[in-house]
Structures are given as C-alpha cells and as structure tokens.
C-alpha cells in the first residue's frame, strides 16, 4: 500500500482543483443574491477560474521542469488554499473574481505537474494503474462540482465551497511533502517568458472579448478592438513557439491532423459537456424554485453515468481504437446536449435528465482516452507537451463555452422578452443572472402568474439554443475525430540539435 500515497497525493489535490472548475454552478444564485452580481460576475466567478487555468497550464509546467516538480506542486496547493480562504471571506464580486483567478493560479501549478510527478513516482504497469486512476478521479470530480456544492450551499452556505479545500490542501501538502520525491526536467531547461505571456494574453482577451459582447455589441470598436488583440496575441505565440529553443507548444505538431482533431476534441469535451450547467443550474433554482441542493442532485445523472461508463468501459472496451472511443463519446455528448434542446414553459426538473444521462455516458468514453489519443498522435519525446496541450484546451473549452453560450442563451432570452418589457435585453441579462424572483416582485400581484409564464418561456428558450450549439460542438468535433485520429506512428517533428528530441513541456510524465 505504501507505493500508492503518492499517488493518494497527487489525487487529493487534482480532485480538488478540478472539483472547483463546476462546484460553484449551484451556489451562483446565492452568490448573486449575496454579493449584488450581474451576470457579468457571474460569468467571471465560473470563466476566470478555467481561464487561469488554461492560459498558464503551459507555462507553470515548463517552470516546474526547471525548478522541480514538487516545488511547484506543493506551492501551487499552499496558493490555491490561501485564495480559497480568500474567495469565502469575499465581501464583494470584484473580489471574489480576483481571488478566483489566484486560486486558477495555483490551480495552474498543481495541474501541470499531476502527471509529472506520477510520471516520475511509477513505472510500467504501475504507471499505467496510476494514469487510469487520475483519470477517473479527474472525470469524477467535474461532474461531481454542482452534486458538493449544492449540499454544502444549502447546509452551510456558498462560502464553504471555497472553505472545504483548506483540509484538503493542508492533507495534499504534508502527504506530498512525505511520500513524493523531488524530480526536474533535463538540465538547463528554461521557461519560455515570451510564449507564456503571448498565450495568456490571447485567452484572457478572446475570453474577456465574448463575455462582453452581449453587453456593447458584437460589432461595437471595443468587441472588434479586443478580438483583434486576441488575434495578434495568438499570431506572437505561434511566432515565439517556432523561434524557442524549448517551445510550451511546437507549432509543428499541428501538421499532424490526428493531434489537431484531438486538441479539438479536448475544447469541445468541456465546452459541450459542461459549459451549459451554470445556466441548467440557474433555471432549476430561481425560476422552477429548487434549492441548491435539489438543483445539484437534478444533475446526478450527469456524474453517474460518467463515473459508470467510465469505470466499465475501461475494462469492456480496453483495446478499442481511441478514435472510436473519443470520437463516438464526443457524439453521444452532441447528442446529450440535443436531449436537453426540448425545454418550454411548463417543462419540470425531469425534462433534460435523459439529455444530461446520455452526455455523461459520452464524458465518460472521452475522459480516460483523450490523453491516450494525444500521446498516440505525437512522437515519443512530444508526449509531455501533448499531455499539458489537453488539458490547457480543455479548460479554454469549459472557459469560452460558458461565455459563448451564455452570450447565445441572453440574446435567445432578450427575444422571448421582447414585446412583455421595456427593456427586453436588460430584463434578459438580469434573468439569466438568476434574477427571475426581482423581476417578478416589480410585477403587480394580478399579472404575476402570466410574467411568471413569459419569464419561464424566455429562460426555457435561450437554455434550447445554448443546448443545440453544445450539441453542434461536439458533433463537429466527434466527426472530425473519426476522420481524422488515425492508428499507426505519428508524423515525426524535428527535435533540436540535428533531431536529437527536446525536453517537454508541461510534463505529462509518460515520456520520463
């Protein structure tokens, strides 16, 4: 037993930071409630976490290589923790966004070096018991955010979600500084400042860009302005990466078709798969009434089928090509989010259940083959940039499928609203906010069971259009998985030094 505590450490943290990818969907209502939120706080206390995340995967990987990987692990779960503190004594919107991106920054830390540090603790067959493991404890976690966080928002209130990881970061730090050895990367690795920056300029711009545009227009200066900064960021990374002796991520790897289809699919899994809960959640709570609680159990299903497919598939399906696993989970997502499309006015909690079971199915055929099927479209000496590659797109897909979806799903509103109030796209925006209950109290008790209608009808008609582009994502994605993802090597990428390979970046561990 003793050779697993390592892995017991990795798994707390990586269970925890993921965990707080989704465990604040159920508490937004409270949260707005609370600290006076727009939708655009909202939006932020979900997005600014994946952003984080996404935006410096790369980047605290490569430092972690140069400094070591327990290092940055361990420093990574002390700064998560203190934001956490942070994020729960929170007095104000604008503080809990900023501390939800310093808790994404420790975040950032920690998730990079998961891998790594497996990488570095097992060998053979145990490192593949150790891999399937993370994976599992990694898929369960997301589902399972708005299951925790609803019992903790009704039983103790929305700022234990956040003050439930200072025990579990105070175990991650002395089990990892107990059992996990220290390891680096090959000598003489430096980080990339350059591609570091210019990657996190372009997520936070194109993020902060679609969040805003419901508000000043898709086509105002400003939405123009920062999409186009967004634009040349990303232009100066692919620059910075062909020209690094030790880039984050070789651009060259994106001549091979399989591992651009996989880095669509990672997008597309946490888009599809999750980017609708914040708004599912929102409806079940303040226009069907639910507490938080119920609103969380409502997406069981969701976590449930994940765990189950997951778990089962590993054994039934071991063997089966990856792009068939990855490819046809990415469908049944696509068709998930289509089940949960059919929603109208008079449509109860039990209305996108069978949606929500079919997409956890999906999530649970892509999660532990999606990191296969990036290893298996790189070359050997590339699996650890391939590794820290998915999980950076995974998290920039969850981060700009809530905001793109939101932004469908307040514009689909504001037309239902249209003709029933003044101010339809003010009135939608407070209603996806969670603001249904205020807009009712301003409504004369004679009326309010027909605004009570009206409202319903809009929410119910902006969640069907964020639905079915969830489900055009990941159809879109799967497809491009199954004609794409093929078997056999990978296309060779030169290394440095006459083709002698390069270090990694953002250790995946499976090439140590």
């Not at 060998?123 to 299951?147: C, D, H, K, M, N």
Request: glycine share 14%.
């Amino acid at each position: 037993m003793r050779k697993w505590w390592p892995l017991v450490a990795v798994c707390l943290g990586t269970f925890m930071l993921l965990l707080d990818v989704t465990i604040v969907t159920v508490a937004l209502p409270e949260m707005a409630s609370g600290l006076h939120a727009s939708l655009d706080g909202l939006q932020w206390v979900v997005d600014v976490y994946a952003l984080a995340l996404a935006a410096l995967l790369l980047g605290a990987g490569a430092t972690a290589d140069a400094i070591g990987r327990r290092r940055v692990y361990t420093a990574g779960t002390v700064v998560f923790a203190a934001a956490s503190l942070a994020c729960g004594l929170s007095g104000s919107a604008g503080m809990l966004v900023a501390m939800r991106a310093l808790q994404g920054v420790g975040g950032a830390a920690m998730f990079a070096t998961t891998l790594s540090l497996l990488g570095a603790a097992y060998q053979g067959r145990e490192r593949g018991v150790a891999f399937g493991v993370w994976g599992a404890v990694s898929g369960a976690a997301a589902a399972l955010g708005p299951v925790l966080g609803g019992v903790l928002t009704e039983d103790l209130g929305w700022r234990w979600i956040f003050f439930v990881n200072l025990p579990v970061s105070v175990a991650a730090v002395a089990l990892t500084l107990r059992v996990v050895t220290e390891s680096r990367g090959a000598a003489g690795r430096r980080v990339d400042v350059a591609g570091t920056a210019a990657w996190t300029l372009f997520a936070g711009t194109a993020t902060y860009a679609v969040i805003r545009a419901d508000a000043i227009g898709w086509g105002s200066a400003r939405t123009l302005g920062v999409l186009a900064v967004a634009v040349v960021a990303l232009a100066a990374f692919w620059l910075a990466e062909r020209r690094a002796e030790h880039p984050l991520l070789d651009p060259r790897l994106f001549r091979s078709a399989s591992f651009t289809a996989v880095m669509v699919a990672a997008f597309a899994l946490n888009a599809a798969a999750f980017g609708l809960l914040p708004y599912t959640s929102i409806w079940l709570q303040t226009v069907l009434g639910f507490s938080p609680l119920a609103g969380g159990l409502v997406l069981v299903p969701l976590a449930g089928a994940s765990f189950v497919v997951a778990a089962v598939g590993g054994r039934l399906l071991h063997g089966v090509p990856v792009r068939l696993t990855v490819g046809c989970g990415l469908l049944l997502i696509a068709a998930g989010a289509a089940g949960q499309a059919w929603l109208g006015a008079g449509s109860g909690w039990f209305a996108p259940t069978p949606g929500l079971l079919v997409t956890g199915a999906g999530v649970g055929l892509v999660t532990p083959s999606l990191s296969q099927a990036a290893l298996a479209s790189v070359p050997p000496h590339r699996a650890g940039m391939a590794g820290g590659a998915v999980n950076t797109f995974r998290q920039l897909g969850y981060a700009l499928g809530v905001a793109l979806f939101g932004a469908l799903a307040t514009s689909r509103m504001a037309h239902g609203l249209t003709g029933h109030v003044p101010d339809p796209h003010g009135a939608s925006r407070a209603l996806a906010g969670g603001g249904a209950p205020r807009l009712l109290a301003h409504v004369p008790a004679a009326h309010r069971a027909a605004a009570g209608h009206v409202l319903r009808a809009a929410f119910t008609s902006g969640l069907d259009a964020a639905a079915w582009a969830a489900a055009g994502v990941g159809l879109v994605a799967g497809a491009l998985v199954l004609w794409l993802v093929r078997p056999g090597a990978p296309s060779p990428v030169a290394g440095s030094g006459g083709g002698v390979p390069r270090p990694v970046a953002a250790g995946a561990g499976a090439d140590r």
